[in-house]
């Protein structure tokens, strides 16, 4: 009886070692459907035989991180393992090394990822398996930005993080895409810097970046230096643009990506202006702002074009003035031509190199054409002004070039012309004049013509066959005179000799002298002497005045000479009366060309008498 019941105890023990054997195999997991959840800080233990030669364990990473599992078993047996990925079926990685010690690593993206543990050798043992991830120093971006179209937005001047290089679902994430957008020309810098290491410790991060544009496809500029530090930077108009990071070298890591946007200091021209039929307007005796240089949509901006229009003649200094240096310190040069009325004919250009280009022209009415080209550099702003400087006396009734249309002098009255503007192609630089002579007596015609120009006057037959006479002097005076015959008419031809643009007086008169000297005011008092002032300012640059006083109507003349007595520009010579007189000398010769820095005479000079003044051109 007793031995009955010990036989049954026996086999009570045998049947509940089954069970427990059974229900831990189920808790190890014996496939991947029924795999055990794991920590992904944490250890677990199980025993593994040949009749259970498969264990499964599941882990879920919460974020991005770098994954580690270890396995130790004891010296009879050798285990190896293998991670899935989330469709539990994909092999990520494995370590089938022989012994007692097996270790897998991953970069992981977020997921519920599988563990197979198999009996490579060995009976049955114990083992232990511990699992260990630590996430990036920095947040992740959001996924999927792996393409321009999901392309995440980043302010011109903002930062943000993201992570490259982690794994999931079949895919590694070695893509980011990011986008910009300006609303205005600007330099824009966006730098990349990745951690030094990847989440293991043992390999550098390289990861690299590209702008594209607007359509984002076309590369602009890229950085593929090796090393954690990536950079571009371009001068772009306003746009949406895109950015790729990209895994390069090394596993997975972090990365801060930051934007810097800087604009010009002067405002920008109204777009579109890139040819002359298309040119803005700017005004004369102002100014006004544009750019150069800056791209977008497959553009670069390096033509603008500017028109001005003047009603009178006149000499228009055109100046540009761009910024010295750029963002990138590079230099500019900006280039600078003026077109004819047509819009396509040079009447001259600057193209030195320099950030200042100036082009001075002597225009008669009409529209003109300004184009600004950057020619190095990259993105610039600019000025470009255009003062106008208006002859002195009136113009003459222009066509008067031939002697059928020559305009008419009346004897003792004074008229006034311009020579030497330009436009439609052609210098006005002849005027015809033609006189009626009221007598037999002689005449006499003179000019005295601004500084700038020197003018040559002939006097010629009633039929225009023929030259009686001419003055072919250097200076600003020039005189000739006829002997007529009363009633018929005589023809004289002013000619440009040398020097840039100016205006002239012509008067026929009985007398051989003559003078256009400015008096101070008509209301002056009367001088009692001839006296000649020390002209003002002493030094000078570029020009001085000359205040003279004549007691006595008299023949006046007023020059400037050499210290070695050349004579270098008359400033007044012919007939004054009694006044206080003003004479200007702008330091340049009788052709119109400056003189050289020195030491200048100014003298005065009537019938006897002779004042000399010193005068000190300091260029």
């Keep these: 009886m007793h031995h009955g019941r010990s036989s049954m105890r026996r086999t009570s023990l045998v049947l509940g070692l089954i069970v427990v054997s059974t229900l831990l195999a189920l808790a190890q997991g014996t496939d991947i459907a029924s795999a055990v959840a794991i920590a992904p800080n944490g250890s677990a233990s199980g025993t593994i035989t040949s009749q259970n030669a498969n264990h499964y364990w599941k882990v879920t990473i919460p974020s991005n991180a770098y994954f580690r599992c270890q396995l130790v078993s004891v010296s009879t047996i050798d285990v190896n393992i293998i991670l899935y990925d989330t469709d539990e079926s994909t092999s990520i990685t494995s370590d089938t090394q022989s012994g007692p010690n097996s270790e897998i690593i991953a970069f992981l993206k977020p997921g519920t990822y599988f563990l197979r543990l198999y009996l490579w050798s060995g009976t049955s043992g114990t083992y232990t398996l511990s699992t260990s991830f630590s996430s990036p120093v920095r947040a992740a971006d959001t996924e999927l930005n792996n393409a321009a179209t999901s392309a995440i937005a980043l302010s011109p001047t903002g930062a943000s993080t993201g992570h490259l290089g982690y794994y999931s679902a079949g895919q590694t994430d070695v893509d980011d895409y990011w986008k910009i957008t300006t609303t205005q020309d600007g330099w824009l810098r966006v730098q990349v810097r990745a951690d030094s290491l990847d989440a293991r410790g043992d390999r550098r991060l ?17 950085d593929t230096r090796y090393g954690t530090f990536s950079q571009v930077d371009y001068f772009l108009r306003p746009g949406t643009y895109f950015l790729r990071v990209w895994h390069w070298d090394g596993r997975a890591g972090s990365y801060e990506i930051k934007s810097e946007f800087f604009t010009p200091p002067l405002a920008n021209d109204q777009e579109g202006n890139d040819s002359y039929q298309s040119s803005l307007s700017m005004p004369v005796n102002g ?17 603008d074009y500017w028109k001005f229009t003047t009603t009178t003649d006149g000499k228009i200094v055109i100046t540009t003035v761009s910024d010295s240096l750029d963002r990138s310190e590079a230099r500019f040069d900006l280039n600078m ?4 009325v047509n819009g396509t004919t040079s009447i001259t250009s600057d193209t030195r190199y320099s950030t200042v280009s100036e082009c001075i022209v002597h225009l008669r009415p009409g529209t003109y054409y300004v184009r600004l080209w950057l020619w190095s550099g990259n993105g610039v702003s600019y000025r470009i002004s255009a003062p106008q400087t208006t002859p002195s006396r009136a113009n003459d009734q222009e066509g008067n070039d031939w002697f059928a249309t020559a305009s008419t002098l009346t004897l003792d009255v004074t008229s006034t012309g311009h020579s030497g503007y330009y436009s439609n192609g052609n210098t006005d630089s002849e005027d015809r004049w033609r006189l009626l002579a009221p007598s037999a007596d002689s005449v006499y015609v003179h000019i005295i013509s601004d500084s700038t120009i ?59 002298a003559t003078t256009d000297v400015p008096r101070e005011s008509e209301t002056a008092l009367i001088p009692t002497e001839l006296t000649l002032d020390q002209n003002y300012p002493n030094p000078f640059n570029p020009s001085t005045t000359i205040r003279f006083s004549v007691a006595e109507k008299s023949v006046i003349r007023l020059a400037v000479y050499s210290l070695l007595g050349q004579e270098i520009a008359v400033l007044a010579d012919g007939l004054l009366t009694p006044s206080t007189y003003t004479a200007t000398w702008n330091g ?8 050289t820095s020195g030491t200048y005479l100014i003298r005065l000079t009537t019938g006897d008498k002779q004042f000399v003044r010193k005068a000190l051109l300091l260029r």
Excluded: C
């Excluded at 702002?289 to 791209?295: D, E, K, R, V």
């Excluded at 031509?337 to 004819?340: A, E, G, K, N, R």
């Excluded at 200076?475 to 000799?497: E, M």
């Excluded at 340049?588 to 003189?595: A, K, N, T, W």
């Design 588 to 595: 340049r010769d009788s052709h119109g060309m400056e003189v």
């Design 287 to 303: 100014s006004v702002t544009g750019h150069l240089g800056y791209y977008g949509n497959g553009q670069r901006d390096n033509d």
């Design 206 to 222: 390289d990861f690299n970046v590209i702008l594209y544009d607007v359509n984002g496809t076309t590369s602009i500029t890229s």
């Design 454 to 512: 020197d003018l040559n006057l002939i006097a010629l037959t009633p039929d225009t066959s023929s030259s009686i006479t001419s003055d072919n002097r250097n200076g600003t005076y020039s005189r000739v005179g006829i002997k007529p015959t009363s009633g018929s008419t005589y023809y004289f031809k002013v000619y440009q000799w040398t020097g840039t643009a100016g205006s002239y007086s012509i008067v026929a008169t009985r007398s051989a």
């Design 337 to 340: 031509i003026v077109y004819d």
